[in-house]
């Protein structure tokens, strides 16, 4: 499998912005990608997707828990991938993972960890008030 790293965690204060980078490879251009996260004694979350290339465009999904704070973005040239947080709150605080995937795109299933094979091993982001 080719790796995936998170990058780009750390500590911030409650109304705080952080960006996640994921380190992918040229491998994952045609694959549907995610971030996802867990705090301890929950199940892991799923907050963003975003599908393959398709001419300039590229399908978006967000859980509706995220509402307008996060961005998921991808740029293949590069082989990152990257979550832009906004208005980081307490309750964000958990390991953020991405993944990436090769199924059949279905919106309402981008935010099912179920839907990705490939795993990073996470990056710690804390949110304190």
């Not at 994921?22 to 996260?37: E, H, L, N, V």
């Not at 590229?58 to 704070?69: A, P």
């Not at 740029?75 to 605080?93: F, G, I, S, V």
């Amino acid at each position: 499998q080719a790796q995936l790293v998170e990058s780009g965690g750390g500590s911030v204060q409650a109304g705080g912005s952080l960006r996640l980078s994921c380190a992918t490879s040229p491998y994952y251009d045609s694959m549907y990608m995610g971030w996802f996260r867990q705090a301890p004694g929950k199940e892991r979350e799923g907050l963003a997707a975003i599908s393959a290339r398709s001419d300039n465009t590229y399908m978006t999904y967000y859980d509706v828990s995220v509402n307008v704070r996060f961005i998921i973005s991808r740029d293949n040239a590069r082989h990152q991938l990257y979550l832009q947080m906004n208005n980081l709150k307490p309750e964000d605080t958990a390991i953020y993972y991405c993944a990436a995937g090769a199924e059949e795109w279905i919106y309402s299933q981008m935010t099912s960890p179920s839907k990705y094979k490939y795993w990073g091993q996470g990056t710690q982001v804390t949110v304190s008030s």
